[in-house]
């Protein structure tokens, strides 16, 4: 064991109602909105097949041209009610908006930059609005921030000179200027999404960003911070170097999901984007265009293993939301509307996986989700339950299944038969568990 100073600063499993609201939340809507949003992916007429928000890298544009994107943000169509309600639709429990990117561009009048939305012709604030609306639609609201910051002259990635640390250290003081200014102008914030934290120089600064998370969590008790805000004074990130997760949940799970249980042991977040690689708008997705369905399969796992799905939304530069994703609302929509009882406030359901799909549960409840994504040829859908739990009755909501019957074929071990089934999205079946084996003719011995 190593000795940690700068590791955690709260407890791994939080139990205060902020904490068990963003369990209980489960879904929510990531949002990538910037100056990146108005060359969407093309610069000087070239296509960039990279993620449309590091454009300014990959077409390596100096940064006083790429700050000239400022002059013409003009997002007259940006509707945040519009927003919110579309969100509402698809089922979405909480936002995290980008207020800041690498490019360093900040979507609120801040007094730490000239490099903000007020020297843009649109000039006023855009998270007062987004903030109100989407907390007016019953939204919790977490603000994306990233500490990498391209515009900001004291930036440095590395700290190898006495010039480095103190153009640091004023970097730093402005990361915690900016930070406490976004609390304090936006106080029913929910929490901080931190990102560009894996540079040297931040994971030279694990004091520093423990005393963040500290007077963040002092200016606003009860705040969520996630796991990427962390380096511990040894520059082991997400985690200390004794294995303790800092923030309140982990989120190294960018675009890509957990696989088996060890993911229990703390709060975690997996955060998706609808093409393979595309968090800020880009004019052209290239190649795979995730569907509903894989998306809902997505939110479902997560759920299953105790975590929460963050799907990302680019919209474009007037602040208009693309036709893919319009079509997301409406899909993911209609079917959280049918079974979003089986994702919000559920987590691991303590059953063995089977591959016809997830178990889900809201925790203490007798009462099981089997959320079924693949169908067995044979129909038949296995439960293998321990050994002091019995099924004591099942149904299905809503209209695919013709009849479902229940046959015992080993201890604790059944399978569920379909019959008829008609259904393009994945559907819900409930079980409910009971500790005794009440024989009420449920069960049918195997017909051998
Ligand atoms: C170096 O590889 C990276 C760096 C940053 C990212 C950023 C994306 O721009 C987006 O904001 C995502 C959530 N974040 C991890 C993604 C991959």
């Not at 994945?426 to 079980?431: A, G, T």
């Amino acid at each position: 064991k190593k000795e940690v100073q700068y590791g955690p600063v709260s407890p791994e499993k939080r139990t205060d109602p902020a904490m068990e609201k963003w369990r209980d939340n489960r879904f929510g809507q990531f949002i990538h909105w910037g100056l990146y949003a108005i060359p969407a992916g093309y610069w000087k007429g070239k296509y960039y097949k990279g993620a449309a928000e590091w454009l300014k890298s990959w077409a390596k544009v100096p940064m006083n041209e790429w700050a000239k994107l400022a002059e013409e943000f003009n997002p007259e169509q940006y509707d945040p009610e519009e927003w919110a309600s579309m969100a509402k639709q698809m089922g979405a429990r909480y936002v995290v908006l980008t207020t800041k990117h690498h490019e360093g561009f900040c979507l609120w009048p801040s007094q730490y930059t000239d490099f903000d939305i007020s020297n843009t012709p649109y000039q006023k604030d855009l998270l007062k609005p987004f903030v109100e609306a989407y907390n007016k639609a019953g939204i919790d609201v977490y603000f994306y921030y990233s500490v990498l910051d391209w515009y900001h002259p004291d930036w440095r990635y590395a700290l190898k000179s006495e010039e480095d640390k103190q153009a640091f250290e004023r970097f730093k003081t402005f990361t915690k200027n900016q930070l406490s200014e976004l609390i304090e102008r936006y106080p029913s914030v929910k929490g901080f999404w931190f990102d560009g934290t894996w540079d040297a120089s931040w994971k030279a600064s694990g004091q520093f960003s423990y005393e963040l998370e500290k007077h963040m969590k002092q200016l606003k008790p009860g705040l969520i911070i996630n796991s990427r805000m962390r380096a511990d004074e040894w520059g082991s990130r997400h985690f200390d170097s004794n294995g303790q997760m800092m923030g309140d949940y982990a989120s190294g799970w960018e675009r890509k999901l957990p696989t088996d249980t060890s993911v229990l042991h703390n709060d975690w977040e997996a955060c998706m984007t609808v093409p393979e690689n595309q968090w800020g708008y880009h004019k052209n997705w290239e190649g795979h265009v995730k569907t509903p369905t894989e998306l809902i399969e997505m939110m479902v796992r997560c759920t299953a293993l105790s975590g929460n799905f963050l799907l990302n939304f680019g919209p474009k530069e007037d602040g208009s939301i693309r036709e893919e994703e319009q079509l997301l609302v409406k899909e993911i929509g209609n079917w959280m509307e049918q079974y979003g009882n089986a994702i919000y406030n559920c987590a691991y359901a303590g059953l063995e996986k089977q591959d016809w799909g997830y178990f889900t549960r809201e925790p203490g409840s007798k009462t099981v989700n089997m959320v079924v994504c693949n169908i067995p040829v044979n129909k038949a859908l296995r439960i293998q339950l321990p050994k002091n739990l019995f099924i004591q009755h099942y149904e299905y909501m809503g209209k695919p299944l013709s009849k479902l019957t229940l046959e015992e074929i080993g201890k604790n071990e059944y399978f569920i038969h379909l019959g008829k089934v008609k259904t393009k999205q994945p559907f819900v079946i409930n079980i409910q568990l009971t500790s005794e084996k009440t024989d009420n003719g449920l069960y049918q011995k195997a017909k051998t």
